[in-house]
């Protein structure tokens, strides 16, 4: 029964009763796993895969790639410690077919210099895996990794051992024979690996930049014809990416270097020399760079109708992703035609790899964007 209440009570002197606070659902979780920490170990590994892709640009463009002859995962990170284990490592480079044909007069201190850029680049691989094994296994034994991440993680360790199995792959093609460089098809494996890697890690990055609760959310006002958009990009700028490494493999940036003609011919005349037909597609330099030109246009031709699309969005966060993907497709089709216009120097064509990481990472961020927006209010706050 109830409490008599007094005829002179206050109606509003009733009996406070006690609130009860609503109970949350699974969107309203604590986030588990560390995934700032995580996200900053990831950003660690995406600097250093970035520098390894330039690095490697150098080597392919110093035509240093071939200087280490052998593939001595452990044992090879120590240099040549004596003039004479400089002379045996030099020994063993003037068998290959490149100090042959093309270097037969080279001096030990010329060897030297690219043998230092091999000897960079693998030394940066070998960094790369212990900087993942180390973050992977503390966070991993701590038991800090998110719920579903682990898998991804992992990923990335198992690509990355790949990675190093097919650049020695791709350099034991130029060490037999009558080749004087890496087969340019196992450079286009390579680089392209390189860059998936990279495109995941970016990826991940962007997906712990905010919690799930956050991501789900945001899933909601998706924009699926930016993300199909952005999509088709990436996926082209993919391709381009590939045709590039056929181009430096065959050094077809150095053939043809008027524009927008190529040798005063839109097409040239000695596109399909080779027999049989098909090998034109990938190593006769009239062709392969008439088709990396032409790529390059429709990648600037798509990101610049994204970008227009982009502007229709009801993000401003995403309006200005898709603006800068189509500033830097511009970018870095000019400077691509100021690289082939120089006979793609040392400096012109690394600052053409690096525009191409730029641009790739500036694609991903333009898509996840689509698919995950930044909610902004008008005032501009989150």
């Known amino acids: 029964m109830s409490k008599k209440r007094s005829i002179f009570e206050e109606v509003g002197a009733a009996e406070p ?3 009860v606070s609503p109970a949350g659902g699974l969107i309203d979780a604590r ?9 900053g170990w990831l950003i660690a590994l995406f600097v250093l895969v970035a520098t390894m892709i330039a690095v490697g640009g150098a080597t392919r463009l110093s035509d ?31 068998a290959s077919p490149q100090a042959r044909l093309m270097n037969p007069d080279m001096a030990l201190a010329e060897f030297k210099t690219i043998y230092w850029w091999e000897w960079g680049h693998r030394q940066l691989g070998r960094v ?28 990335l360790g198992v690509l990355g051992g790949a990675q190093g199995a097919i650049g020695w792959w791709m350099v034991a093609s130029g060490l037999t024979g009558e080749m004087t460089s890496v087969a340019s098809y196992r450079l286009a494996v390579h680089l392209g690996l390189g860059f998936a890697i990279l495109g995941l890690i970016a990826w991940y990055v962007l997906a712990l930049s905010r919690s799930e609760a956050q991501l789900l959310q945001a899933r909601r006002l998706a924009e699926p014809k930016l993300f199909g958009m952005a999509t088709g990009v990436m ?78 969005s009801a993000q401003p966060v995403t309006q200005m992703a898709f603006a800068w993907m189509g500033a830097a497709a511009l970018m870095q089709m000019a400077l691509g035609i100021v690289t082939v216009m120089h006979a793609a120097p040392m400096g012109l064509g690394l600052a053409h ?13 333009a898509r996840h964007y689509a698919r995950y927006p930044i909610i902004q209010s008008i005032r501009g706050s989150k």
Do not use: C
């Not at 986030?31 to 996200?39: Q, S, V």
């Not at 990938?282 to 990648?299: C, D, K, S, W």
């Open 353 to 365: 790899q690096i525009g191409a990481i730029v641009l790739f990472v500036l694609i991903l961020r």
């Open 17 to 19: 009763q006690r609130q």
């Open 64 to 94: 240093a790639g071939l200087s280490i002859t052998e593939w001595r995962p452990v044992t090879g990170a120590l240099p040549p410690l004596s003039e004479a284990d400089w002379q045996a490592e030099f020994t063993k480079y003037q």
């Open 235 to 312: 996926h082209l700028t993919f391709v381009q990416i590939l045709l590039g490494a056929l181009v430096a493999g065959i050094d077809a940036g150095r053939s043809y270097i008027d524009w927008p003609l190529m040798a005063g011919q839109f097409f040239p005349a000695e596109a399909f020399d080779l027999t049989p037909l098909w090998t034109n597609f990938f190593e006769n330099p009239a062709l392969v760079q008439f088709i990396h030109r032409i790529t390059g246009y429709l990648v600037v031709i798509l990101a610049l109708v994204a970008a227009v699309r982009g502007r229709r």
């Open 128 to 155: 790369i895996g212990l900087v993942w094994a180390a973050g992977f296994a503390f966070f991993a034994l701590s038991k800090r990794i998110p719920p579903g991440w682990t898998p991804r993680l992992l990923g």
């Open 31 to 39: 986030p588990k796993g560390a995934r700032a920490a995580i996200r």
